[in-house]
C-alpha cells in the first residue's frame, strides 16, 4: 500500500519537501479506510471490557464476602 501511493503521479516536480507531503497526503488518504477496518469502533470495545471488568470485580467481591461469612 506505501509503494503504491509513494509512487504515484509527481513526475516533473523536483522539490523534494513538495514531493514529500504530497506522498503523505495520498498515504493519509489510503490509510483511513485500513483504520476504519483494523480497528472497528475502539470506544465501544474499550467500554464493553470495562464493564466486564468491573461485572468480574463485584462477583470477586461477592465471592469473598461469601467465603468470609462460610469462615465465621
Known amino acids: 500500500m506505501v509503494n503504491l501511493r509513494f509512487g504515484a503521479g509527481l513526475c516533473g516536480v523536483r522539490c ?9 497526503k495520498a498515504l493519509k488518504i489510503a490509510l483511513r479506510p485500513w483504520n476504519r477496518e483494523v480497528f472497528v469502533d475502539v470506544h465501544h470495545r474499550v467500554e464493553n471490557l470495562r464493564s466486564g471488568v468491573v461485572q468480574y470485580n463485584c462477583n470477586w ?12
Open 16 to 24: 523534494p519537501m513538495f514531493i514529500l507531503s504530497q506522498k503523505l
Open 61 to 72: 467481591t461477592d465471592l469473598v464476602t461469601q467465603s468470609l461469612h462460610i469462615q465465621e
